[in-house]
């Protein structure tokens, strides 16, 4: 059950990268969304968004699962815990056109709210049992996507 925990949690090793592991778990996340719209097709219709919010939702409780069992050996936050980044980038990108640049954009602001973590992200790493880790980027996703919703409409 450890392994799965681990695979879980890391995005399936991404976690483990040396340099920039939440970079690379947010990339692994754009690679997989790459992936999901491939698999299913149009990425704009309500379908599409449905089923994708839905993916997020259980990829969430399947990460809180996840860290929740590795905290009492990994610590609180653990750098190499990136299931976090791949729910916050989709979220950034929930309700965007996807396009290359926008994933590049939003990439981009979601690991700017990430890593400054302004307007309340860090009160949410306050939260236990897992959830902590993962609501800090949710919110971060949250603001990413305001803010490239804002830019996608005066462009």
């Keep these: 059950m450890k392994f799965i925990h681990q695979t879980i949690a890391t995005g399936f090793g991404a976690g483990y990268v040396p340099i920039a592991p939440g970079t690379a778990g947010a990339l692994l996340g754009c690679i997989l ?3 999901y719209t491939h698999l299913i097709g149009i990425n704009n219709n309500t379908n599409f968004q449905i089923g994708f919010s839905i993916l997020i939702i259980l990829t969430t409780l399947a990460g809180v699962w996840a860290t929740r069992n590795l905290q009492a050996e990994w610590g609180e936050d653990p750098s190499r815990v990136v299931i976090d980044e791949i729910i916050g980038v989709w979220i950034n990108l929930l ?3 996807l ?3 926008n994933i590049f954009i939003g990439f ?3 690991r700017f709210f990430d890593i400054a973590k302004p307007l309340g992200i860090r009160k949410m790493e306050a ?3 897992g959830w902590g880790v993962m609501l800090d980027d949710v919110l971060a996703g949250i603001y990413g996507n305001i803010v ?3 830019i996608l409409y005066f462009l």
Aim: proline share 6%.
């Design 99 to 101: 396009t290359w640049q």
């Design 95 to 97: 309700f965007v056109p």
């Design 148 to 150: 490239l919703q804002v």
């Design 33 to 35: 969304l790459g992936g």
């Design 108 to 110: 981009v602001l979601f």
């Design 127 to 129: 939260f236990e049992n």
